[in-house]
């Protein structure tokens, strides 16, 4: 199954902008020091609204201490598979690798069916990185791994998940609107059942674009063309979930519904309901924005 009705989300305690991840992240904006009222506003208000939808959010609160300004985005760090299977991944930041926390995994275990834990950390040591479904955007039904390559995201460890996965990787490079090295491919892309949503502009190398293009419509799925300025919206980070009436509701920020045509919000409309909450400060700081905050489980309810 492509989407899930169970979502896992941190509630952030010392949100704010990583120097760390700023190097290679050109979405992020420097802002005043003390932003993390208002993005627990927004994180607040985030999880209201998909639980107002009926979708099922496990929160769970981050710790002072190690300080963690990221973990408000934790699909980089973990990932949750229907066979049980839990995934860790290779983090390109130093203080991202502390995202990790042990209260975090041992109370998702405490809620979900887990069966076993796959742990690629040790790719750090290698400085090799695969940063979860941020790296990859996953076709889960056509098992295929969409990743677009970049200092985050190394060709040797995703042929690893992909082994391990039986999945086959369609790999690719970006640019965003300034020319700069796209540094996660979800938010250039989105991968729903039945479309999926992906800046074609992003993709310079014309053989990969009619690869990636051909991948897609052979999967079935209609391609929602969006431009370089919409991907600067972040219209490109949505996410497909299901609520608990079986509902499939896309979900994305103010922002990235604002940058949409008239035209591209009746193509997804016909698929299933839009949603969108204000991310206006986790956007501008954090440089991600509703799909990075979003970790699926797919793994069953205890």
């Not at 990743?147 to 690719?172: D, G, K």
């Not at 479309?195 to 690869?211: G, M, P, Q, W, Y």
């Not at 919409?230 to 609520?243: C, E, K, P």
Request: glycine content about 4%.
């Amino acid at each position: 199954m492509q989407n899930t009705a169970h979502l896992l989300m941190i509630e952030p305690v010392n949100f704010g902008f990583n120097a760390e991840t700023a190097v290679n992240n050109s979405f992020q904006v420097a802002t005043a020091e003390n932003i993390q009222q208002q993005a627990l506003i927004e994180f607040n208000d985030f999880v209201l609204l998909l639980r107002e939808n009926k979708v099922d959010v496990t929160v769970i609160k981050d710790t002072e201490d190690p300080h963690t300004p990221d973990s408000i985005f934790p699909n980089n760090w973990i990932s949750f598979h229907k066979d049980g299977t839990v995934f860790i991944y290779p983090m390109y930041a130093s203080n991202r690798r502390k995202e990790k926390k042990k209260h975090i995994i041992e109370m998702i275990w405490s809620t979900f069916h887990i069966t076993n834990i796959i742990d690629l950390s040790h790719y750090e040591k290698q400085h090799q990185f695969l940063e979860g479904t941020g790296s990859m955007v996953l076709d889960r039904e056509n098992r295929i791994a969409y990743a677009c390559i970049s200092p985050r995201t190394n060709m040797v460890v995703l042929n690893e998940y992909c082994r391990i996965n039986n999945y086959s990787a369609c790999t690719f490079t970006a640019k965003d609107i300034n020319g700069i090295d796209i540094y996660h491919t979800n938010v250039l892309m989105c991968i729903a059942d039945k479309f999926a949503v992906i800046c074609l502009d992003s993709i310079t190398n014309d053989s990969e674009k009619k690869r990636i293009s051909d991948c897609i419509i052979e999967t079935g799925k209609e391609i929602i063309d969006i431009s370089l300025h919409q991907l600067n919206s972040f219209a490109g980070n949505m996410l497909q979930v299901r609520n608990a009436d079986n509902e499939l509701l896309l979900v994305m920020s103010t922002q990235a519904y604002q940058s949409l045509t008239k035209s591209q919000v009746n193509q997804l409309s016909k698929y299933n309901m839009l949603i969108h909450a204000n991310l206006e400060t986790i956007e501008s700081a954090g440089g991600g924005s509703a799909r990075c905050m979003i970790a699926e489980i797919f793994n069953k309810k205890l």
